[in-house]
């Protein structure tokens, strides 16, 4: 083998790492996630930032049926008292969608991670994820600047 074959293998296999990575990196951020039967979630993870303390947030999660069966999500089941999911209830026809709005109240200050069990068919299970930080909030409200109102009292020279 020349110089020239053995360089062009270890292009090829560093390419095909990085591909393996790109992919692999795409799949672990909550992209698309496909069950067995069809069912598609859109995404699986959501980041909710930076949010203030007390102020419950929500975010809806898309599923689309691209099978050949009629489906319904039997249950959703959070993983703590502090996340609310609410969905329907109907049976999602080939084809067709649904969605599931995940709340989350954002009472304790600090990161959080909550998982979402969804279940649909025969006895099938599927996770989302939320994520996010809650940041303190003040425990009183800023004080009064009395110098607002003396500047409003003053006249500027106006040329």
């Known amino acids: 083998m020349c110089k020239f074959d053995l360089l062009m293998k270890r292009i090829i ?16 951020a909550g992209q698309q996630t496909v069950a067995s039967n069809g069912f598609v979630l ?8 930076k ?4 102020k419950p947030v929500f975010h809806v999660f898309d599923i689309k049926n691209t099978g050949k069966a009629t489906l319904q999500i039997t249950d959703v089941q959070a993983s703590c008292g502090c996340t609310t ?30 998982t979402i069990t969804v279940f649909y068919g025969q006895g099938e299970t599927m ?12 425990d009183q409200p800023a004080p009064s600047n009395k ?10 020279n106006q040329e």
């Open 42 to 49: 859109k995404e699986s993870l959501f980041d909710f930032g």
């Open 13 to 28: 296999n560093n390419i095909s790492v990085i591909v393996l990575f790109l992919l692999l990196s795409n799949f672990a």
């Open 85 to 114: 999911p609410v969905w329907q209830r109907e049976m999602v026809q080939p084809g067709g969608a649904t969605q599931i709005k995940v709340g989350y109240n954002a009472a304790e200050a600090g990161y959080f991670e909550k």
């Open 147 to 156: 110098s607002i109102s003396f500047l409003k009292k003053l006249k500027f």
């Open 127 to 138: 996770l989302i994820t939320i994520k996010g930080e809650v940041w303190r909030t003040p």
């Open 51 to 54: 949010i203030p303390q007390g």
